[in-house]
């Protein structure tokens, strides 16, 4: 076995918890439940061994990580370990009180998610009334003097507003605007339908894009949408290459979705040292590398720009998650993904469906769905 590579970042998905409904969330069907989390010493531990690791980052995620009570005390463990810690937020909960008690503890910046740039869009993406909560988030970090990112996860309902979601970024003092196109896992896949957007959307929605960079104003980061290109994501930079995610209950995955692939038995820092899950675990050593492709990817020149693509992907398109990403046009499955994108919900005309919601009242661990948003925090 060749050695493995540092990690140099942590996702730490403190909760799956959450105050919002987004149609488009890539958290698990199977959400973990608030009893079922680390504790503050245990996410303290995760921190101390993720920075003797070679860590230099951690994403404080979730769910909504503002849902914890000890946040700022996972965070100081962070800075301790000597990490950057950036928190990713829907922005619901942060007051000027409760970040400067990150700040204090050491918190570096702040990345907001927001679902549309008209208030009501927003709160209707969300199933729950948020925009307002969101503008008053933003206020409080700009005051802080803490960098500031937007994260917009594109898709139908919202790339129309790519120009508006541009200005509310500046109006916001954003320094920064990710405008991510949607990656469809968990949640998301079960909306695939509504969410997938039509080419000319698309278009327009880059052009707009490539027009605001060359006018300056917040740095501008697109993620592709790799349905459409006809390229796969290099994923995560590489299973078991760059980064680690740590889910509520401290199971450790290569990536944040990685746990539905069957057979995978993912390790936990409740069982293993994160040195041996990362360096020796079998769940880790699946996909890294190039030693397990298989054709085309195993000759192909981009196997180490590309990695194959998604394990994830491949797996939920094809049921083989060592298969090539049928993102990629190489892929002898790549008709699954053209023929949704030609033919299917991302096509021209065809009806558009609802989104479905997660069930209100679920409480995280049991999922379900609702055709309509609530306003209740029902998994605060
Ligand atoms: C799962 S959320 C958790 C943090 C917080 N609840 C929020 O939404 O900002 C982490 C990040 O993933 C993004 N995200 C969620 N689902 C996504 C998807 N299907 N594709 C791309 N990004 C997604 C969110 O916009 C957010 O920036
Ligand atoms: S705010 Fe939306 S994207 Fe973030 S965890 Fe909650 S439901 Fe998922
Ligand atoms: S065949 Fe495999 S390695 Fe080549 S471009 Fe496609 S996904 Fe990447």
């Known amino acids: 076995m060749t050695p493995a590579p540092r990690p140099w970042a942590l996702l730490a998905e403190l909760t799956h918890g959450c105050p919002l409904h987004c149609p488009y969330c890539s958290n698990p069907l199977e959400l973990t439940r608030r009893s079922a989390e680390l504790t503050t010493d245990e996410w303290r531990d995760a921190m101390r061994q993720a920075g003797a690791l070679g860590v230099v980052q951690t994403h404080l995620s979730g769910g909504e990580p503002l849902l914890r009570a000890d946040l700022a005390e996972i965070v100081g463990a962070a800075a301790a370990a000597g990490l950057y810690t950036q928190l990713v937020t829907s922005g619901v909960g942060l007051t000027a009180a409760r970040l400067a008690a990150l700040t204090d503890a050491g918190l570096r910046s702040v990345q907001l998610s927001v679902q549309h740039a008209d208030a009501a869009a927003s709160d209707r993406i969300g199933g729950r009334r948020s925009f307002a909560d969101k503008e008053r988030a933003a206020a409080v970090v700009r005051d802080a003097g803490l960098p500031l990112g937007l994260n917009v996860v594109?898709?139908?309902?919202?790339?129309?507003?790519?120009?508006?979601?541009?200005?509310?970024?500046?109006?916001?003092?954003?320094?920064?605007?990710?405008?991510?196109?949607?990656?469809?896992?968990g949640w998301a896949l079960e909306n695939r339908a509504a969410l997938l957007p039509t080419r000319a959307q698309l278009d327009r929605a880059r052009e707009t894009v490539e027009r605001r960079r060359r006018a300056g104003g917040p740095d501008l980061v697109w993620v592709v949408p790799d349905y459409f290109g006809g390229e796969p994501k290099p994923c995560m930079g590489g299973w078991g290459a760059r980064s680690l995610t740590v889910a509520p209950d401290g199971t450790v995955l290569p990536c944040p979705v990685a746990a539905a692939l069957p057979g995978l038995d993912p390790p936990?820092?409740?069982d293993h040292s994160l040195e041996w899950i990362w360096d020796r675990s079998a769940a880790f050593n699946a996909y890294r590398g190039t030693d397990w492709m298989r054709d085309p990817c195993r000759t192909c020149a981009r196997r180490t720009a590309d990695f194959g693509g998604?394990?994830?992907?491949?797996?939920?398109?094809?049921?083989?998650?060592?298969r090539t990403d049928p993102a990629?046009?190489?892929?002898?499955?790549?008709?699954?993904?053209?023929?949704?994108?030609?033919?299917?919900?991302?096509?021209?005309?065809?009806?558009?469906?609802?989104?479905?919601?997660?069930?209100?009242?679920?409480?995280p661990g049991r999922s379900g769905s609702a055709s309509s948003p609530s306003d209740a925090d029902h998994r605060a």
């Open 310 to 322: 998604c394990r994830c992907q491949a797996y939920a398109l094809t049921g083989d998650a060592a």
């Open 268 to 270: 936990s820092l409740r």
């Open 154 to 185: 594109l898709h139908r309902a919202n790339l129309d507003a790519v120009d508006a979601l541009i200005d509310l970024a500046e109006d916001w003092g954003a320094e920064r605007i990710e405008l991510a196109n949607t990656q469809f896992y």
């Open 328 to 363: 990629c046009a190489l892929s002898p499955d790549h008709r699954l993904v053209r023929d949704l994108v030609d033919d299917g919900p991302g096509g021209a005309a065809g009806p558009v469906p609802d989104f479905v919601y997660r069930a209100p009242g679920a409480a």
